[in-house]
């Protein structure tokens, strides 16, 4: 494997919130997870990694056009002391403002694998449409 390969595969560090964006009222750190968000002609699909989240501690909703993630990861069992931790415990915040192309009554969601994919649909009156020459 060439150090490009290698430098593409490498884990990116979280990023906690920062405290410009509102003070924090919970008790443990809170990170803004990584995503990644794609579109197409039907949707808009985003990807955000959320290590160690259940679907029981992961709230998704929308209000007010703003769509919003509040995850909570389980936390380690306080009998087991760690020795040496590359990965920091905590939840996850963020927010994405949708606006009136997304038709929020459609968004669909899915955990797997510390990895959530939420479906965007476009609104009909924002998807291309081919026009017919008569």
């Known amino acids: 494997m060439t ?22 009222t919970h008790e443990n750190v809170i990170f803004v997870p990584a995503v990644d968000i794609i579109e197409n002609s039907e949707a808009i699909t985003l990807y955000a990694d959320l290590p160690g989240v259940d679907k029981e501690n992961l709230s998704i909703d929308v209000r007010d056009g703003v769509l919003y993630l509040e995850a909570k990861v389980k936390e380690t069992d306080p009998k087991l002391r760690p020795i040496y931790r590359e990965y920091d415990e905590g ?3 963020r927010k ?3 606006g009136e192309r997304i038709a929020t009554d459609k968004i669909a969601a899915k955990l797997s694998n510390g ?5 965007l649909p476009k609104a009909e009156a924002h ?3 081919k026009i017919q020459i008569t």
Request: proline share 8%; charged share 30%.
């Open 96 to 98: 994405f403002t949708l």
């Open 127 to 129: 998807k291309p449409r």
């Open 91 to 93: 939840g996850y915040s």
């Open 115 to 119: 990895v959530l994919t939420l479906v």
């Open 3 to 24: 150090s490009k390969e290698c430098k593409e595969l490498e884990a990116v560090g979280k990023k906690p919130i920062e405290p410009s964006q509102g003070e924090s």
